[in-house]
Structures are given as structure tokens and as C-alpha cells.
């Protein structure tokens, strides 16, 4: 048989030749299919496939073959988010309290922490260099307004005065990681000074242009002196403590001054931690439409091992109160996404976004759920993670 003839039969004509690699569909790192798409921040919700390429979210389509992909993943039960972003977390190691991001991230979807605070301005090179830049996972932070050896008899004033700059200044030279200032306000953290120092913090911020998140917990100061120092942009973490420098007050209302400062673009942080989560409180504010802007889990090797244990964990106590499922990965995706503000796409499952997903089941049963007082409470729906992939790769 001539070849020209034979070229024919097979589909190929006498001018074709046998297709050669470049010309080929190039096949996708990840595919992803069958999974129930969910992506808060374009509305988007049905079953669909997810290609990754390079890195990135190449496709979302009705159906992509399976011969297209490198690495299939069977997601058929499972909901495909974009990986959890947990804006109040604790991974750096100078006070002994970090954990190890990565690992946690593999087993929580977890792609993007933010330490709030573990580290001053002494310790950002530090923290670039050996918390920031060998992780697989996206990590930022919050610095503390001060560095921790202060001298007991020092002038506590003049010495968090005499660190306002140098905080602004290293906050600034780093903006790539560093998203703001952080300060711990309450009776049982600084003190009789916590005021003096959240107005110290208030001038580093506005002098500086940068964010302030402000840890709630015991009065004094009074909530209402608090909110009046917040600004737009800022965050509250651990908003549904049950402490008496809360968001309630002794009769169980969202006090005015809190509904004052969300109102001018304050927002407000769940901040789970060993202490900084009650269920009644939750319960509470979310029957007065009050729900937390971002959901986090305040997590460090004093919680890990409950009650908080991760992010899904905490997304799941926070629907056992009230919230719906849409409610919650909303407030675990592109709302903390928005507040780093740091990456194109971060948050979303857009076609050229970062490919950070997460696998999550809703899981079926009864299981017992805990809040930061030890009060128990039974579900019969937890979620659970079941794959991360971060910047395109799984964890």
C-alpha cells in the first residue's frame, strides 16, 4: 500500500504527518473531578471538574477527561473550595508556642496562615527566614507592637514609645509579609497599661498606614474605649469571648460602640484559642445578625490538641451555632483573602488564581464539639479535610 494511501485510511492527510508533542494538548498537573465546586467569592456552586496547571487554576468545566490529567483526584462526595485562609494563627517559634505549619495544613486545607504577633520587630528577619520562606504553605503576619524582654522596672511607657517606630519602620520595609501591628488589649495582658498602649499603637498605625489587630479579653480597658480607637480596616480578634471585655454585654446585646465600629469598617475575628470562644456568646450575637467577618483558629501547641485542633474543626463549631455552610467558608476563604490583600486571586477558584484548594467532607455521625470554657456540644455534621493542594501542589 502506498504511503499516501495508507495516511488516508488512518485519518491523516498526504500533507499530515504523526502529531508531535508540542502539538498536543498539554496535560494539567492536578485534575480534580466530580467534586461539588464552591466558590464564595463569585457565587459559583455545582459539580464540575478543576484543572491545575503551572501552579494555577487552569480550568472549571462541566467535564475535563480524565486522560488529561498527570495526577487524578476523585472528589465525588467532596466539596472543592479554595484552601482556608486562617487569619489568626500562631507558627512562629520565639515564645515557644508555635506549630508546625505545613504539617497542619496538609491534613487541615489550610493554605494560608497568618501569625498574629508571636514575633516584634527584632524577630521579622527571623521570621522571613526561617518560618516564611522554607514553608510550602502561604504564610504572613501580624508584628507585635513591642518586643517581649522589657525590663519589669523600666518605664513601660517610654520603653513601648521608644519601640513605635522602629515597629512602623520594620513593618514597612516588609509589607510583602507583614500585614500590620498586633497588641494584646486586656487587664490580664498588659495590665493597667493596655490603653495607654493600644493609643501608642494607634499612632504607629495611623502614622505608618498600617492595619492594627486588637486581642480582646478582661477589663479594663472598657469595650467602648476600644472601639472608639479602632479604625476602618482594622480587625477585633477573638469577638465572641466571653470575657468582660466582649462584643455582649451583662444582658446579652451587642453593645453600641461595637455596632459603631463595624459600621465604619471595622472587622471582627472569631480568634478561636484556648480561651477566646463560647459557644453561648456565639449563639448570642449570631441570633443579633452579628456574624464574625472571619472565621480563625487561634492555634498554638497549648490548643492543637483541643479544643481547637484546626480549621475545620473551627468552621464546624461555628455552623453547630448558627452559621450555614456558605456562611462559613465565605468568612474561611476570600474575606480573610481580602484582608491580606497580598495575592492576585488568593481566596477564589477563578480560572488564573493560585491553585490553593481544599478537600472537605461534610461528615455524618455525632460527634462532640468543645469551646475554649469546656462546654460541650453535640453535631451530627463536622467537616473534615481530606486533600490541600497549595500553589499547585498537594501537601
Known sequence: MERRHFLKTIGIGAAGAWPTWAQRPRLFDILIKGGEVIDPSRGFRGIADVAVLDGKIAAVENSIAAERGIDVVEAKGLYVTPGLVDLHTHIHHGLEIGIEADSVAARSGTTTWVDAGTFAQNE????????????RARIYGFVYLYPNNRNPDDDAIKYVNGMMDRTGRMAVANRDIILGVKLQVGSNMNGRYSLEFLRIARRLCD??????????????????????????????????????????????????????????????????????????????????????????????????????????????????????????????????????????????????APADIALLESAKGQFQLVDSQRNRRTTKEKLVSRLTICRGKRL
Do not use: W
Open 207 to 352: 502614622k505608618y498606614e498600617l492595619p492594627l489587630m486588637a486581642h480582646i479579653s478582661l477589663a479594663p480597658p472598657s469595650t467602648d474605649e476600644v472601639m472608639e480607637l479602632m479604625r476602618p480596616g482594622d480587625v477585633i480578634t477573638h469577638c465572641y469571648n466571653a470575657h468582660t471585655l466582649g462584643i455582649v454585654d451583662d444582658k446579652g446585646k451587642i453593645k453600641a460602640s461595637v455596632l459603631d465600629a463595624r459600621a465604619r469598617g471595622v472587622m471582627f475575628d472569631v480568634g478561636h484559642g484556648l480561651g477566646s470562644f463560647n459557644f453561648d456568646v456565639a449563639r448570642k450575637a449570631l441570633d443579633q445578625g452579628f456574624l464574625a467577618d472571619t472565621i480563625s483558629s487561634d492555634i498554638y501547641t497549648l490548643n492543637i490538641d483541643g479544643p481547637v485542633y484546626d480549621m475545620p474543626t473551627t468552621m464546624s463549631k461555628m455552623m453547630l451555632v448558627g452559621m450555614t455552610f456558605d456562611d462559613v467558608l465565605k468568612r474561611s476563604t476570600i474575606n480573610p483573602a481580602r484582608i491580606i490583600h497580598r495575592v492576585d486571586g488568593m481566596g477564589t477558584l477563578a480560572v488564573g
Open 124 to 135: 521579622v528577619p527571623g521570621f522571613r527566614r526561617f518560618i516564611v520562606e522554607p514553608a
